[in-house]
Nanobody
Framework: QVQLVESGGGLAQPGGSLRLSCAASGFTFSSYAMSWARQAPGKGLEWVSGIYSDGSDTYYADSVKGRFTISRDNAKNTLYLQMNSLKPEDTALYYC??????????????WGKGTLVTVSS
């Protein structure tokens, strides 16, 4: 079955960096787009970033554009999110998600359990 396991969350200071990873199994990783989403305390789920199945193109929410970078290693079945210039408003539970097709345009069908990112001084 599809399994997505996030790691790399933790406490960071404003302006700091963190790198999230997502280990995927149970499906052909290289055939599907992947995404990151987040849920801040008391708020709804927010899509953060998506990447094509072959890594050829990426998309970002305006709130993270220029600060976050999504990438993937299809040989290792792993998705990444490099987060720089972190802000307190980036505090959230971050989820890795498998997309329905090769492009992030069609939505997500599986999610991991999330990794908590806290940005505070």
């Amino acid at each position: 079955q599809v399994q997505l396991v996030e790691s790399g969350g933790g406490l960071a200071q404003p302006g700091g960096s963190l790198r999230l990873s997502c280990a995927a199994s149970g499906f052909t990783f290289s055939s599907y787009a992947m995404s990151w989403a987040r849920q801040a305390p008391g708020k709804g789920l927010e899509w953060v970033s998506g990447i094509y199945s072959d890594g050829s193109d990426t998309y970002y929410a305006d709130s993270v554009k220029g600060r976050f970078t999504i990438s993937r290693d299809n040989a290792k079945n792993t998705l990444y999110l490099q987060m720089n210039s972190l802000k307190p408003e980036d505090t959230a539970l971050y989820y890795c998600a498998k997309d329905i097709k090769w492009s992030p345009d069609y939505g997500m069908d599986y999610w991991g359990k999330g990794t908590l990112v806290t940005v505070s001084s």
